[in-house]
């Protein structure tokens, strides 16, 4: 079994909504998801600020980021895994990474819709 780790920013309405829905499908509790929005005796790889940045998990003990993060989150959920699967492929997670910085830059906006949204 993979030992995986998932940081979170728990103070986005985007992730929360994207880690429940995470948390919903692995079934079988194999991913540890950690809030970095609160405060605690976690350990974290990175500095708070980074690890807010971009997603962030650690498979086996090699840490990961942007999508080749979430490649390893759906390696651990039945439903996703062949989805992490495919991005083993250097040309898959190179498409996704590419999809990935592109959602970062319009992040901000889809933000405040969800907060306003939400309120």
Known sequence: MTDLTVWHDGGCPLCRAEIALMRRLDRRGSIRFVDVARPGP??????????????????DGRLLSGAAA????????PLLRPLGLMARSSVVL?????AYVGFLRVRPGLQHV?????A
């Not at 969800?114 to 939400?118: D, L």
Request: glycine content about 0%; charged content about 30%.
């Open 42 to 59: 976690d350990v974290c790889p990175l500095d708070r600020r980074t690890l807010l940045a971009r997603f962030h998990a650690s498979e």
């Open 70 to 77: 979430f490649a390893a989150m759906w390696r651990a959920i």
């Open 114 to 118: 969800a907060r306003w949204v939400a």
């Open 94 to 98: 190179r498409l996704l990474e590419a």
